[in-house]
T-cell receptor, first 118, second 113 residues
Framework: DAGVIQSPRHEVTEMGQEVTLRCKPI?????LFWYRQTMMRGLELLIY????????DSGMPEDRFSAKMPNASFSTLKIQPSEPRDSAVYFC????????????????FGAGSRLTVL | AQSVAQPEDQVNVAEGNPLTVKCTYS??????LFWYVQYPNRGLQFLLK??????LVKGSYGFEAEFNKSQTSFHLKKPSALVSDSALYFC???????????FGTGTLLAVQP
C-alpha cells in the first residue's frame, strides 16, 4: 500500500496564478479530508468528502478555494487566484470507516504539498 | 462544536526524563481522542487513540495517554524521553454529531541529550 499520495510536493507560484493540488487516497477509504497547516493557525480542516460527496466545506477560506472529488481515487484542491497568504502546507488524509462510529477511525495523512505564493 | 486546546507551544525535557504533553478538549457527547506526531517535512502519523474503555491508552513508541473525563483532558505521556522523540505533537478530537477530526495547534517537543 503506497499510502495517501499528494502532488506536487512543492509548488512555487506567483500571486494571481491558479494552483491545483492533487490527492490519491488509500484504496477502499471512503472519507477524504483536506487540511491546511500554517505557523499562525496550526492545522485547519478545509473540507471533507464521504463517498466522493462534499460533506462540510465550512473551513474553506473563501471563494477562491474549491475542491472536487470526481471519483474514489482522486481529489483536487484548487486556488484561483492565489495570494501570498495562501502559502502553507496542504495535507490530504483519508479514512476507512469501520464500525458504526466513523469518527473513531484513524486518518492516514499524505506527505503534504508545500505551497509558496510570491 | 468540537475544539481542542494544547496550552504549551513547546515542551523541553532532558533525555531519560518523563514527558507530558497536555491536551484538553470540548465536544458534545462522547469524545474520540487522538494523538498524532509530525516529524520535519513529513505528514502526521497516528500515535494512539481513546474511544472507550480503559482510561489509560498505550500507543506507538512507548507513548501513552490518559483520558480524564472530569477534567476533559487527554495528556500524552512517556516514562523516559528519547532525543528521537523530538517532533511536533498534535491532539485531535472527533465524535459528537459530525465525522470531523479537529486538531489542536500542536506542541513542539524538544528532548535534549
Amino acid at each position: 500500500d503506497a499510502g495517501v499520495i499528494q502532488s506536487p510536493r512543492h509548488e512555487v507560484t506567483e500571486m494571481g496564478q491558479e494552483v491545483t493540488l492533487r490527492c490519491k487516497p488509500i484504496s477502499g477509504h471512503d472519507y477524504l479530508f483536506w487540511y491546511r497547516q500554517t505557523m499562525m493557525r496550526g492545522l485547519e480542516l478545509l473540507i471533507y468528502f464521504n463517498n466522493n460527496v462534499p460533506i462540510d466545506d465550512s473551513g474553506m477560506p473563501e471563494d477562491r478555494f474549491s475542491a472536487k472529488m470526481p471519483n474514489a481515487s482522486f481529489s483536487t484542491l484548487k486556488i484561483q487566484p492565489s495570494e501570498p497568504r495562501d502559502s502553507a502546507v496542504y495535507f490530504c488524509a483519508s479514512r476507512f470507516v469501520e464500525g458504526a462510529s466513523s469518527g473513531a477511525n484513524v486518518l492516514t495523512f499524505g506527505a503534504g504539498s508545500r505551497l509558496t505564493v510570491l | 462544536a468540537q475544539s481542542v486546546a494544547q496550552p504549551e507551544d513547546q515542551v523541553n525535557v532532558a533525555e531519560g526524563n518523563p514527558l507530558t504533553v497536555k491536551c484538553t478538549y470540548s465536544v458534545s457527547g462522547n469524545p474520540y481522542l487522538f494523538w498524532y506526531v509530525q516529524y520535519p517535512n513529513r505528514g502526521l502519523q497516528f500515535l494512539l487513540k481513546y474511544i472507550t474503555g480503559d482510561n489509560l491508552v498505550k500507543g506507538s513508541y512507548g507513548f501513552e495517554a490518559e483520558f480524564n473525563k472530569s477534567q476533559t483532558s487527554f495528556h500524552l505521556k512517556k516514562p523516559s524521553a528519547l532525543v528521537s522523540d523530538s517532533a511536533l505533537y498534535f491532539c485531535a478530537v472527533g465524535g459528537g454529531a459530525t465525522n470531523k477530526l479537529i486538531f489542536g495547534t500542536g506542541t513542539l517537543l524538544a528532548v535534549q541529550p
